[in-house]
């Protein structure tokens, strides 16, 4: 299976973590990602409210771009597949918008004609390889490993395209596949606040920390995310969230990725594991080291 | 008394012809009860022959194949002028048969095709028939190729169809047999056919039908025992009038409808398509244009043999 | 003998008048073909005007008659009453539509004058046509079948067997009584339930006029208007009904469970025992319990070892072998009166319903509420404890774009009639969210009224989601409700111990396979389509079914039981007629022509059309069909004709929309 | 004069025509260019009446009936709909754009909805032209008439020497 892949900025700085993750199980899930040529960035979220059109152009031009190559794109970042869904819904259903981007594209010497569908790299994961083939991988069982899925908030907004929006559960039928027990996680897409970190610091703090307890309260060992700017804010700021709210969170905040990377024997150090801000420990770092 | 008789072509095959030759031993019958005054295709008369008869004169003119060009008019309305009794001998002249196809397309697009475009053709200075020719001395006339193809009955008043591409031989007998004896029927009726269509002569199963899926004939090898519509094959035995024995039929090949619409349906092809479209499966949009997309060449197929005699008749300009 | 037809155009006042040029009109259809008559007049309905065509036609000047004027929706049935006074078969007139579809709804005197034109010339060549068509009647046997035994078939059947007429009354469940058996109270009145359904369900049983089959199903109908063959399935009950006494020996002993053995209070939430031989409820009618097979120890058992009930009944009324029985009788009339069921609220997640303890419907609070409850009426959280504070959110798969698109009428009302039991049996807080409240009934804004005065709080707003997930002390171990308080502006958080969801109302799951049964529509909204939904509220588009009740959309239980009276008149009305009149316009096949295809087989909707084995032919059941025209349109051998709506009618039609050109 | 199209409705008795009443009784005005014809269901609606109405001289043809899951006769609007759907198909064979023949569906509360269908179809026929079938088929046949027989015969008789 071959796909256009955007990775967009994140992956290739913060989340460098999350790529090293993709590119260690990608070959064994017979998933092939051919980047896309000179990419640019998505037009990202906060733009999108100050410049919308000029946002939509940015956006547009990796859509027109991935054209070329008559494949599905596919990105492993929520914001990105947000919003280069939102440039398709807009593009395709707007016709002023539509004339308006086409008028961006044709300056720049490009086309494009709206049939560019843009998936998330879980959605290819689990539909297009299949928990069978990935369940057939497993060579570390990671049996009594508590695991909370947790989605964010902008894969299922305003709609998910691949999962129920209000209950999604393609990580859950993952974790199941690869042998490790899903907690109940009813938080699982409340918004962890990531867009707050730089304005709202302590608005955004507490709901991390909502978060964290929530999964803890559950009993879960570690979490698991698809976004990168979820793992950022969770992982790295969970020592900050301990400072100010007096808590003691240990919960390692890991990608899907490198849970089914684990499971399937990849050194740890090549998912990017020894790079987490949260160490795995005690029951996670047992169950993983052990099995 | 021998009644007289004539048979002419128009624009067709000869198949009609042929099928009236293939009538074998009973030709003899014929022969017996008929004087046949005119037939250029087996026997050598010439137009003025039939101009000097008194009009009226012939008992019965069998006219087969369509009206094409001028030519085919003036005999029809020659003949016409000569019988005492017009029929129209198979589908062409009867409902336009396949060479009324040629409607969908114009005349000029007919001509470049016939003689400039088409893959065997060496016209390099590109000549077109023409109607007159001047040689200096006499002037030659060629009958004019009309824009279009019209029934028998488009042209002149028709007694009598015997329908068919070409009728079965049988029918065509027992067609002549209601003549010397008298049993025609009321003027304007179809003989030497029977009163229903096709599926009533046709000796497979009928269910209920529900189409899912279209097949052509090279897919499948059709069973031989089941309706052929219910396996997909678009077969036009529901809209055709019985009478030809179901031919197609048992050499396991779908109807093409060349018997023609029974009385009463005004358009074959239509009729078909309502039929049709009443029984396929799907209820959403998309749904019914994936299945209908899997006819081939719709129109064609519905109008094969009837186009003429269709409402519209032909491709409009 | 030549046709000849007289053309009457109508002024309407300066309804038609005013747009269209009737002196020319007149002149035009003074010149169509085979027209021997035209006269104009102010109001052609009015008596002189119908006495107008009727003299005409009594002095045999024309033999076809053309009115234009209105829609023939609205005045074709005169007309035809009035040719047929004349002497001449009613189906020798048509119409054409100058009013609503021409004068009415254009600007351009000139052209709707033409347009004017074209409508007669058509309606004048399409009345050459015509052919006198008989009228049918067919018999009505005087017998009707109540399909649902709540309260709208309840009371549809006593009124039925009041005037003397037999009734079979078919319930689904072991008991009838419907959802009013489950409530402990009736909003705005309080009354309590049981205390005015219970002497109406004893009736029902002990009617000599009432055949009722408890625990059965419609598996089966056919036959038309007046003769329609039902087929029923009455299940197995493994108690004989004969043989019972009700006594209860055999639930009092019986060792198994129909609810989880370790459940919480609102899991075992139950009206009557909860054992798997039980009665749904103590009223139940009849008094007999049922055996339910997937928790029975006896079924459940290949060694069928417990048989512990058989052994406890005195008079032998179990029957392990007992198997599902199917009768057949025939009716006249058919009577749906199948009701609702509640929206299932686990499909919107937020709400957490099914997933977090405490979040309950509103039925099963109504359960809870029940004297003869398995709480014995009171208000309990899942754990026993008594709630400090309940929350109620209105319009929950109601008014909801994701959901119904409809108001289910009644949540509004029930919501305050549970506000006001709470506050009369606990102490608790009570919160009511709501989106817009309707209390549109007699003596429900009082209600209301009243309501407002014992100290509920209410919450104009839509609940954005129920959590158990706390961010701080006070909201620990407590649901938490959040929702936009649109009245003061701000986002509030209110911690609960309870939560009840007011669940909507929608059409039974079995509705639309009834309603297939019977040939009824169902709308897009999931209710029965009644005939017109002003003026043929309780009837529908096939004769001698009709519908009443929450079939046909939701209601509350004096609209219901209005519906109810209604459906059971309309069925008196047919059958005090004895005689029905049936659609004359309807297909016919030429047997001659007919080759046996089976192509129309499938497309009446009214399995009118059937193949006549012996015949070899199709042939349309005159008594069933309805006229559409969708099998003549069908038939490709031009053999099914629509009487009325003949193709050479419509074909002349058309060329007089173009006759004029 | 600007080209004045005529259109023939095929409306279904139920919801349809209705419908076409409604937006009379509440005065809404729309272009009178529709002249209609009532039967009972959108299921009986034949190809062979759009034809028809086609060779006598619509411009186009109007078929409305019930939405789906509202016929009055349970399913007939989905076989008017099949039907809409295969005759499309073969029009253009005829020399005929598809878009001259539209389906709609109209409920009996949808008048407003009715008359802005008449208008949008009308303009939408008016943009495509005349089609004049017939007019275009007496002439076409007119260029192919045959003298009369007798005069023809006493002219050119002797050409016909073989």
Not at chain 1, 71 to 80: E, F, G, N, Q
Not at chain 2, 160 to 165: H, K, L, Q
Not at chain 3, 50 to 64: M, Y
Not at chain 4, 18 to 38: E, F, H, M, Q, V
């Amino acid at each position: 299976m071959k796909y256009t892949y955007y990775p967009g900025c994140s992956v290739r700085a913060t989340a460098n973590i999350y790529q090293d993750s993709i590119d260690a199980i990608a070959p064994a899930l017979g998933v092939e990602l051919e980047e896309l040529d000179d990419w640019n960035c998505c037009g990202a979220t906060a733009y999108m409210s100050v410049r919308e059109l000029m946002s939509f152009a940015i956006s547009a031009r990796n859509l027109a771009l991935a054209e070329k190559y008559h494949r599905d794109l596919v990105t492993p970042c929520s914001a990105c597949y947000l919003v280069l869904n939102k440039t398709n819904h807009y593009f395709n259903d707007y016709p002023e918008m539509r004339k308006k981007l086409g008028q961006a594209l044709e300056a720049g010497g490009l086309s494009y004609s709206g049939n560019i569908n843009v998936r998330h790299i879980l959605d290819v994961v689990i539909n297009d390889v299949g928990t069978e083939k990935i369940a057939s991988l497993v060579k570390k069982k990671l049996k009594g490993l508590k695991v909370a899925p947790y989605y964010g908030c902008q894969i299922v907004r305003p709609e998910m395209g691949f999962d129920d929006p209000d209950d999604p559960k393609s990580m859950d039928i993952l974790i199941d596949a690869l042998g490790a027990e899903t907690v109940k996680y009813s938080l699982k897409t409340k918004c962890c606040g990531a867009s707050l970190m730089g304005t709202e610091e302590k608005m955004a703090l507490k709901l991390c920390r909502e978060l964290l307890a929530d999964a803890e309260r559950n009993g879960a060992h570690c979490i698991i995310t698809l976004c990168p700017l979820c793992q950022m804010n969770l992982d790295i700021y969970q020592s900050k969230v301990n400072s100010l709210f007096k808590t003691k969170f240990k919960i390692p905040v890991i990608y899907f990725t490198q849970l089914i990377g684990l499971a399937m024997g990849v050194k740890p150090e090549k998912l990017g594991m020894k790079r987490l801000g949260v160490k795995v420990s005690g029951e996670m770092k047992r169950i993983i080291e052990g099995a | 008394m021998k009644l007289k008789a004539g048979i002419y072509w128009g624009a067709g095959c000869g198949g009609c012809d042929v099928a009236v030759l293939d009538v074998h031993e009973k030709i003899l019958v014929v022969a017996e009860k008929m004087d046949l005054l005119f037939w250029p295709i087996a026997l050598d008369f010439k137009y003025k022959d039939v101009e000097a008869m008194d009009d009226g004169y012939l008992d019965i003119a069998m006219f087969n194949g369509g009206i094409r060009n001028s030519e085919n008019e003036e005999i029809a309305k020659l003949l016409r002028k000569k019988s005492k009794t017009m029929v129209a001998l198979g589908s062409c002249a009867h409902i336009g048969g396949l060479i009324s196809m040629a409607n969908f397309h114009t005349k000029e697009t007919i001509m470049s095709r016939v003689y400039l475009e088409s893959e065997s053709t060496d016209n390099p200075d590109s000549v077109l028939p023409l109607e007159k020719w001047n040689g200096g001395k006499e002037e030659l006339e060629l009958p004019r190729f009309h824009q279009m193809v019209k029934t028998l009955d488009q042209v002149v008043d028709v007694d009598y169809y015997i329908p068919g591409c070409p009728p079965v031989p049988d029918q065509i007998v027992s067609a002549l047999s209601q003549v010397w004896e008298g049993t025609l029927p009321e003027k304007g009726s179809v003989i030497g056919a029977g009163t229903r269509t096709l599926c009533d002569e046709c000796p497979r199963i009928k269910e209920e039908k529900t189409i899912t899926s279209f097949k052509r004939t090279v897919e499948i090898i059709p069973d031989s025992e089941k309706c052929l519509l219910e396996q997909g094959l678009l077969c036009l035995g529901p809209v055709t009038r019985e009478g030809c024995g179901a031919r197609c039929i048992n050499s396991n090949v779908p109807c093409r409808g060349c018997y023609g619409p029974l009385e009463g349906v005004h358009d074959q092809g239509a009729k078909m398509l309502s039929a049709l479209a009443s029984v396929l499966e799907p209820k959403e949009e998309k749904e019914i244009d994936e299945l209908i997309g899997q006819i081939a060449d719709p129109l064609r197929t519905f109008y094969r043999f009837s186009a003429a005699a269709s409402i519209l008749r032909r491709k409009k300009v | 003998m030549a046709v000849r037809i007289g053309v009457y155009i109508c002024h309407c006042g300066t309804n038609i008048a005013g747009k269209v040029d009737i002196a020319k009109v007149v002149e035009f259809a003074k010149g169509l073909e085979n027209v021997s008559l035209v006269k104009d007049y102010k109001f052609m309905c009015s008596d002189p005007g119908q006495a107008l065509l009727q003299k005409d036609v009594e002095d045999g000047l024309i033999d076809r008659v053309v009115v234009a004027s209105c829609s023939p929706l609205m005045h074709e049935n005169t007309f035809r009453k009035a040719t047929e006074r004349g002497g001449l078969n009613p189906y020798l007139f048509t119409m054409a539509n100058i009013r609503e579809q021409c004068s009415w709804v254009h600007i351009d005197s000139g052209q709707t004058t033409d347009k004017a034109k074209d409508l007669i010339a058509a309606a004048v060549r399409r009345a050459f046509l015509l052919e006198p068509l008989t009228k049918r009647e067919v018999p009505i046997n005087p017998r009707t079948v109540v399909i649902g035994g709540g309260i709208a078939g309840i009371q549809a059947a006593l009124d039925l067997a009041e005037a003397g007429k037999k009734v079979v009354l078919v319930e689904r469940e072991p008991s009838i009584g419907g959802h009013m058996s489950k409530f402990d109270k009736t909003f705005p009145t309080l009354d309590c339930s049981a205390c005015i359904l219970t002497p109406r369900m004893v009736s029902v049983g002990q009617h000599a006029n009432i055949e009722l089959m408890t625990y059965s199903e419609v598996e089966e109908v056919s036959g038309f208007v007046g003769n329609f063959n039902i087929r029923v399935r009455k299940k197995a009950r493994y108690v004989d009904s004969e043989l019972c006494n009700g006594c209860g020996a055999c639930w009092e002993k019986c060792p198994g469970t129909r609810v989880p053995r370790k459940g919480n209070v609102h899991e075992k939430l139950s009206l009557g025992p909860t054992t798997p031989i039980y009665m749904p409820f103590m009223q139940a009618v009849p008094a007999i319990p049922v055996i339910d097979t997937e928790t029975c120890l006896y079924f459940k058992d290949d060694k069928h070892a417990c048989g512990l009930c058989a052994k406890e009944c005195e008079r032998g009324a179990i029957d392990y072998e007992m198997k599902d029985e199917i009768v057949e009788f025939e009716v006249g009339n058919i009577i749906i009166a199948t009701g609702f069921q509640t929206f299932d609220p686990s499909v919107i997640k937020r709400y957490g319903y099914g997933e977090i303890e405490n979040v309950m419907t509103a039925l099963e609070f109504e359960i809870m509420n029940c004297a003869s409850g398995s709480t014995g009426g009171k208000i309990l959280k899942a754990d026993g404890g008594v709630p400090g504070s309940i929350g109620i959110i209105h319009c929950v798969g109601s008014r909801d774009k994701h959901y119904h698109d409809y108001c289910s009428r009644v949540c509004c009302m029930y919501s305050l009639k549970y506000s006001h039991l709470i506050k009369e049996k606990t102490d608790a807080e009570v919160y009511e969210f709501y989106i817009d409240m309707r209390c549109f009934g007699k003596g429900y804004e009082e209600f209301y009224d009243r309501l407002l005065t014992e100290d509920v709080r209410f919450v104009r707003g839509k609940v954005a989601e129920v959590t158990d997930v706390p961010t701080c002390k006070a909201e620990e171990g407590k649901l938490i409700v959040k929702v936009e308080d649109t009245l003061i502006g701000n986002v509030r958080r209110i911690p609960l111990d309870m939560v009840i969801l007011s669940t909507g109302l929608e059409g039974h799951a079995t509705l639309r396979e009834i309603a297939k049964k019977c040939s009824v529509s169902v709308g897009q909204d999931g209710f029965l389509i009644e005939k017109h939904p002003k003026l043929g509220p309780v009837s529908t588009a096939t004769d001698g079914v009709f519908i009443a009740g929450a079939c046909q959309s939701p209601k509350d239980i004096p609209d219901t039981v209005a519906q109810a009276s209604a459906a059971s008149s309309a069925v008196l009305s047919m059958i005090t007629r004895e005689k029905i009149e049936i659609e004359s316009a309807t297909a016919e096949v030429d047997e001659d022509k007919c080759s046996g295809c089976k192509l129309c087989n499938t497309l009446c909707p009214y399995l009118a059309v059937k193949f006549d084995e012996e015949k070899g032919v199709s042939v349309v059941n005159q008594a069933l069909c309805k006229g559409c025209g969708t099998c003549v349109a069908g038939c490709p051998s031009g053999a099914i004709s629509a009487k009325h709506f003949e193709d050479r009618q419509i074909f002349a039609e058309i060329e007089g929309i173009f006759s004029g050109l | 004069m600007s080209f004045e199209p005529k259109i023939v409705g095929f409306l279904c008795n139920w919801c349809s025509y209705t419908g076409a009443d409604l937006a009379g009784t509440a005065r809404i005005k729309y272009s009178p260019n529709l002249r209609s014809i009532r039967v009972m269901c959108s299921g009986r609606i034949e190809p062979t009446f759009i034809l028809k109405a086609l060779y006598e001289g619509a411009d186009g043809v109007l078929i409305a009936g019930c939405h789906p899951g509202d016929c009055h006769y349970q399913e007939g609007n989905y076989k008017a709909l099949r039907r809409h759907r295969m005759l499309r198909m073969i029009l253009p064979g005829f020399g005929i754009e598809p878009e001259r023949v539209r389906l709609e569906w109209v409920a009996a509360s949808e008048g407003e909805r009715f008359a802005t269908i008449v208008d949008e179809f009308t303009e939408e026929i008016r943009s495509l032209g005349p089609l004049k079938v017939r007019d275009s088929l007496e002439m076409v046949l007119s260029e192919d008439v045959i003298l009369n027989l007798d005069t023809a015969m006493e002219e050119g008789g002797d050409a016909n020497e073989a």
